[in-house]
């Protein structure tokens, strides 16, 4: 994962995505079309997919069909009721100041890139999108574009369109959530985490703020049930793998995230966006 400090994502949903000037790739889908890339810091990257003006750009050696997954998940999250139209304004605007985007990357050569400095990135293996776990009951390699899709929404989107909610310095009011669940105020992960506490991330490498993006991340897709089957493989980092343990464990960060006025999703993106 990219250092959260230059995360930035956009795609747009239309069958009229590419300019008149913009060479058609390969593999498009009902919804989505690959288009040619050459942006500036990023043309290393040769294609990309654009979903409500974020940017999905993909390696040489990504396949076009785990882009396209790719692509379909974030527009299930940010527009979860598929109904053509963005759950969240505000939290798409901030994106789009943040010049958001995803890369998609085969060999970690790949990441040897310079985007923009004003531009906010997150990074995402082909070979772990893994489009099958929804259709094979959750079970196998999880599919990481859940995390990283929904990484690149809370960071540039969720954190400055409510920085004194879900911002990720101190004494907001997701961070205020997970200093309880990590039992304690730490700036760094210490060298043991209290017997109280559910969030336990040991990523030493993993400051303040990555640790409350991981925080919602861990949050939100258990309370939207995708981590049900996977408490043996996350219990040593994050034991609320439900929705019932969230609700009745961490009532602070379940009762932000079920706020109808941030119109978090309800449903967890497949990769089938249907609009």
């Not at 995505?17 to 500036?40: L, M, Q, R, Y």
């Not at 999108?129 to 960071?155: K, M, P, R, V, Y």
């Amino acid at each position: 994962m990219f250092s959260l400090s230059f995360i930035i994502i956009l795609l747009i949903i239309s069958t009229n995505s590419c300019d008149k000037n913009e060479e058609v790739v390969a593999g498009n889908d009902p919804n989505f079309t690959i288009i040619a890339n050459d942006d500036s810091g990023l043309s290393s990257f040769n294609r990309k997919v654009q979903v409500f003006g974020i940017d999905i750009y993909a390696a040489k050696k990504v396949e076009d069909e785990r882009l396209l997954h790719v692509a379909n998940i974030m527009a299930q999250f940010l527009d979860n009721d598929e109904d053509g139209n963005v759950d969240n304004q505000l939290v798409l605007d901030a994106m789009i100041q943040n010049r958001a985007f995803v890369v998609m990357w085969k060999s970690e050569r790949d990441l040897n890139i310079n985007p923009p400095d004003d531009r906010i990135g997150q990074d995402l293996g082909n070979d772990e999108t893994i489009i099958n776990w929804h259709h094979n009951g959750q079970t196998g390699q999880f599919d990481a574009s859940l995390e990283e899709i929904f990484h690149i929404i809370s960071h540039s989107g969720y954190a400055y369109a409510y920085p004194s909610i879900f911002g990720e310095g101190a004494g907001t009011s997701l961070t205020d959530a997970m200093d309880v669940a990590r039992g304690g105020h730490f700036t760094s992960v210490p060298s043991t985490y209290p017997a109280s506490a559910w969030y336990s991330y040991d990523d030493t490498t993993c400051d303040y703020q990555c640790m409350t993006t991981e925080y919602i991340y861990w949050a939100m897709t258990s309370i939207l049930g995708a981590q049900a089957n996977r408490l043996d493989e996350i219990g040593h980092e994050w034991k609320l793998n439900t929705r019932t343990k969230v609700e009745t464990t961490d009532a602070l960060i379940y009762n932000l995230l079920t706020d109808s006025q941030y119109a978090f999703p309800t449903v967890l993106p497949d990769g089938t966006y249907r609009h």
